[in-house]
């Protein structure tokens, strides 16, 4: 697993895009990018485009003829009485990569992020992690109970869980080892792998602190520990401030109740934090004056710097962003007007901007967001381009509301060193090469 | 349609409107039930570093080493160090600035009671919750053992747990970031010159689904296993040994036992059986049953439920699940012989 392929120099392209680039007017930008810097490679661009349409040609579902759905009947109603996407989307699915994880019951899938527009994730495609695997839980017989130092030690059922008053958040979640191959360099070929342990989803529930009221936290009070139903009794401690904040306890997702997968009947849910701090199958609540240092917040998650000391309770999710498009799955294919897309998301805040270079990092051009730009949830960004086949070293750069500017991965392996693990939130390079072609790269 | 007649109805409509129902919030709202101690006592598993959450009990590493070979040893190792992807226990001293550091409970865990609080909780991986205390007690001081805290005389109790010191302890600090401050600069911003480009490793990513030709590994465990074992065939057979691929029998040719022993290897089997894991016979494995097969059902049954050491790995009673009854496991090992035939 450890090859390395050692750095093959950039200096020339990057001098070549330098030396285009100068001889632009600052407000010359659009123009720049319409442009495109080079015209080597547009042959081939074109080449590639030209075969996308020869795909196809023979079919006598084109115009002018009738297509054959269109002379017949389809199925009725109820006949998919809980509906599924078209066969033709069966590539969109999560995936795993083996050789991370012992057993497929204690690992990680990704999201497809590739494929997904807006910033909703479907349910069935919402990044998987187990420690323990999917507990099999009769909601009638689940129960949640709320003690320690409190007044009142509480044991909810589902039904009075939900007759609680309940809010509706779209918020982001993401495994704090996203990213986390990638600290010694580039390994993953594909999007999926490399952020897709990243999801966004509307989650319905009771905010916490109204829990905690119902229950009367005395003053003593300082942290909670959250424990889940399944076989690892998987635990965190979970300090009061932010339980008192926002955190919610949920059961339902995107309109329906949460899949087994993602905690059904009941989870926790720290908006911004460490996804692993948002305990699935929720069982247990108790209220403590100091944290247990519990397996998951000692052994793993803490974040191992270079110095030999690992930081702890490092749990929220800093600013990130990737260009969801091109991507390795969804290499450029069309010469001409292109529209660059991705994600940028805060564990700290709103997103407030999104700057896209096309030269490694060298210049940069601000991206626009696109539709809702909520705190602590997905926020999909774009940026208008002309590619002729010029090659290009994408990378997004993501700002949130409290200034926070993402970091480069020298600066971020400057600080940490490459055996964290977790939190790798660095800009992320995209290699864009004069056939279209997308590799993973990275660029210090 | 119904209208206010006059303005002076106002104030009875308010006043009716908080007598029939609403909620004035940031008041216990009365729902849930009184959690009795009992039920509380029975969930609250958790234990602390002062030791607080700790039952009455001892353990000593003496015990602790024969429990540790019969539920721990088939993933962590005889000495902690791991079985394939399994996580090392032990070792891996001084590693923590080393270029690959070895993370274990004696190089790099704070507290004593993460491990008593973890095995207890979590452990073993397919019996989760089936140690008793003093169990655990035992186990947790063999793997302290193993990695040098204690010695070989050592008694592990509720008492004297608090006061263990672990190398690690004073190894980690709060949350400090931000760390790495970078500024928003639009222009000439690095010099290309000095910036290097590492490209990707081939053929470790899963990505057969949308390149063609890749060398991509398997995108499943399964099918990862699969491959490793085919190259395995391959290696033997390059060196004039075969062996027969492993083939499940149909599910048409079970009898009813072996049905009803699939969900019973589901839930507690397949960790170990599906994978081949430390030695177990592997469902579908004509090769790895077939010696097993040779000794006899009644043989067999005895093993599944009493335990056996084998030359080849463990077989905790049960699998480590003694809360399955004799007939379950006896249907269990129906399903995987037949499947296996």
């Not at chain 1, 007759?163 to 958040?169: A, G, H, I, L, Q």
């Not at chain 1, 635990?235 to 401030?241: A, G, K, V």
């Not at chain 1, 290499?331 to 997103?351: D, M, T």
């Not at chain 2, 039930?33 to 030791?51: F, H, L, M, T, Y």
Request: aromatic residues 8%; contains cysteine; glycine residues 10%.
């Amino acid at each position: 697993m450890s090859r390395i392929i050692r750095p093959q120099s950039t200096a020339e392209l990057l001098k070549q895009l330098a030396r285009e680039s100068e001889d632009l007017s600052a407000n010359d930008r659009r123009d720049f990018l319409r442009r495109g810097i080079t015209a080597v490679g547009a042959l081939a661009a074109t080449s590639v485009a030209g075969g996308a349409l020869a795909e196809s040609a023979g079919s006598t579902n084109l115009p002018p003829n009738e297509p054959s759905w269109s002379r017949q009947l389809g199925h009725g109603v109820v006949e998919h009485p809980y509906g599924s996407p078209s066969r033709f989307e069966k590539n969109v699915v999560r995936r795993t990569v083996p050789w991370l994880t012992a057993e497929s019951i204690s690992s990680i899938s990704m999201t497809p992020l590739a494929e997904l527009k807006g910033i909703i994730t479907p349910n069935g495609l919402v990044f998987e992690r187990y420690h323990a695997g999917v507990p099999v839980i009769n909601p009638e017989e689940h129960r949640l109970i709320l003690h320690g130092l409190v007044e009142r030690p509480l044991i909810f059922t589902m039904d009075d869980l939900m007759r609680f008053p309940s809010v509706s958040e779209i918020k982001f979640l993401e495994c704090p080892a996203n990213g986390g191959m990638e600290w010694k360099g580039a390994q993953m070929e594909a999007l999926q792998f490399t952020h897709g342990m990243l999801s966004c989803c509307e989650w319905t529930g009771v905010p916490l602190k109204v829990l905690l009221e119902e229950a009367g936290v005395k003053p003593e009070g300082k942290w909670i520990l959250a424990e889940g139903a399944d076989g690892a009794h998987m635990s965190r401690s979970i300090p009061l401030e932010k339980a008192l904040d926002d955190t919610l306890v949920v059961y339902a997702q995107n309109g329906e109740r949460l899949r087994p997968e993602q905690g059904y009947p009941l989870r926790l849910f720290n908006p911004g934090w460490e996804g692993n701090t948002s305990i699935k199958w929720l069982r247990r609540l108790e209220v403590g004056d100091q944290p247990w240092y519990h397996r998951e917040e000692t052994s793993k998650y803490t974040d191992l710097l270079a110095s030999g000391k690992a930081r702890k309770f490092s749990f929220v999710q800093e600013t990130n962003s990737v260009i969801t498009y091109p991507c390795p799955e969804k290499p450029v294919k069309h010469s001409g007007y292109i529209e660059i897309e991705g994600l940028a998301w805060s564990g700290r805040g709103r997103i407030k901007q999104v700057d896209v270079s096309f030269d490694g990092g060298v210049n940069w051009v601000p991206a626009r967001l696109k539709g809702l730009v909520l705190p602590k949830a997905l926020t999909r960004f774009s940026v208008d381009a002309q590619w002729h086949g010029q090659p290009w070293l994408l990378q997004a750069r993501a700002i949130d509301e409290t200034g926070y500017v993402q970091p480069t991965l020298k600066q971020l392996r400057a600080a940490r060193g490459s055996n964290s693990i977790y939190h790798k939130n660095s800009i992320h390079t995209w290699k864009v090469a004069a056939n279209g072609e997308v590799t993973n790269v990275q660029i210090t | 349609m119904f209208r206010l007649p006059d303005h002076s109805w106002r104030p009875l409509i308010a006043g009716l409107l908080l007598t029939t129902g609403v909620q004035a919030l940031a008041e216990p709202l009365g729902i849930g039930q009184a959690a009795s101690a009992d039920e509380i006592a029975g969930w609250d598993i958790d234990v602390r570093p002062d030791g607080l959450g700790l039952p009455p009990g001892e353990g000593s590493v003496m015990d602790g080493e024969m429990l540790y070979e019969s539920r721990c040893a088939s993933c962590h190792g005889t000495f902690g160090e791991g079985v394939g992807r399994w996580p090392v226990l032990s070792g891996g001293f001084d590693t923590l600035t080393h270029e690959r550091p070895t993370k274990t409970v004696g190089s790099y865990w704070p507290y004593a009671s993460t491990l008593w609080d973890y095995i207890h909780r979590a452990m073993p991986f397919t019996a989760p919750r089936s140690l008793s205390a003093d169990e655990t007690y035992a186990i947790s001081a063999y793997v302290l053992y193993l990695n040098d805290i204690v010695d070989d005389e050592f008694v592990l109790t509720q008492d004297n747990l608090a006061s263990i010191e672990m190398p690690n302890q004073d190894g980690f600090f709060l949350d400090d970031r931000p760390d790495s401050p970078n500024m928003r600069c639009m222009k000439d911003c690095a010099n290309p010159e000095q910036l290097e480009m590492v490209g990707t490793i081939g053929g470790i990513t899963p990505v057969g689904h949308f390149k063609q030709g890749a060398d991509a590994p398997a995108a499943s465990h399964e099918a990862q296993k699969a491959l490793e074992e085919q190259k395995e065939r391959e290696r033997l057979h390059s060196l004039g040994i075969e062996v027969e691929a492993p083939h499940e029998r149909a599910d048409s040719e079970l009898s009813a036992s072996a049905l009803a022993g699939r969900e019973v290897y589901e839930a507690a089997c397949v960790a170990c059986h599906g994978s081949g894991l430390a030695g177990a016979p592997k469902l579908g494995d004509q090769a790895d049953w077939s010696p097993r097969l040779a000794k006899g059902m009644d043989t067999l049954l005895k093993h599944a439920i009493e335990g056996f050491t084998g030359t080849k790995g463990v077989m905790p009673p049960k699998g480590g699940r003694v809360d399955l009854s004799d007939e379950q496991i006896m249907h269990a090992v129906a399903f995987m012989t037949e499947k296996s035939r």
